[in-house]
């Protein structure tokens, strides 16, 4: 049986240890991301700033609104929001209301609102005229994420009529990410590549990556 000195097993043990720890700096600063592949952060060149701006959507959409004393109605129109870098909203919601049964439909309400709140609950102030009553209404909302309840008074009756429904109104769009400067990669670190680009077989951490690029090795 051969024997081993216990200084001998630990400079194995060392020696071992070392070689793992060294293996992911075989690409300098980078660290594997995926089978035999090495992720780096982009190096950025130039003045840079990092912050948010405001981001300006308009969006068609659809519903069904369930009008208490009414019915069913289909609901269609247009939302214009900005959000701002605190994700703050401001913006208008112009839209039709159809009511329908069984057997038919028929055009109601025009409505325009105002939009304020924050771009994951809005609260909607505004009126329009209802086709039907002949006559202005007031109306108010509250739209979260696909739903929207709401109320409308009639001036001509002074008739409250309160509804709920949902719709393809998801939440309001982040603010835009502002960045100056220019990405690049330094010697043997690889191509630039934005991270939406890699394969499936690649996953890019938060810290191999910036502003959605990263410089990708292949071995």
Request: one cysteine or more; hydrophobic letters at 40%.
């Amino acid at each position: 049986m051969t024997s081993r000195s216990p200084l001998l097993s630990i400079l194995a043990v060392a020696a071992a240890a070392f070689g793992l720890a060294a293996a992911p700096a075989r690409a300098g600063e980078g660290s594997l991301c995926g089978p035999g592949v090495y992720c780096f952060v982009p190096t950025v060149t130039g003045t840079t700033t990092t912050g948010s701006r405001d981001r300006d959507t308009t969006q068609a959409f659809a519903g069904i609104n369930w009008a208490f004393g009414g019915g069913p109605e289909l609901v269609v129109g247009v939302r214009a929001l900005r959000t701002n870098a605190s994700h703050k909203v401001a913006g208008a919601r112009l839209e039709a209301t159809f009511p329908f049964s069984s057997s038919k439909i028929a055009f109601d309400k025009l409505r325009l609102r105002l939009v304020g709140g924050h771009r994951s609950g809005m609260y909607e102030l505004g009126g329009g005229y209802t086709f039907d009553s002949k006559g202005f209404v007031l109306s108010s909302a509250l739209q979260a994420d696909h739903i929207h309840v709401g109320t409308d008074l009639t001036l001509s009756g002074y008739q409250w009529q309160p509804f709920v429904g949902v719709n393809s109104l998801g939440r309001a769009k982040a603010p835009k990410q502002r960045q100056d400067g220019t990405l690049s990669c330094g010697d043997e670190q690889g191509s630039l590549t934005a991270v939406a680009d890699v394969t499936s077989d690649v996953s890019v951490q938060a810290h191999q990556q910036f502003n959605g690029y990263t410089c990708l090795l292949g071995t």
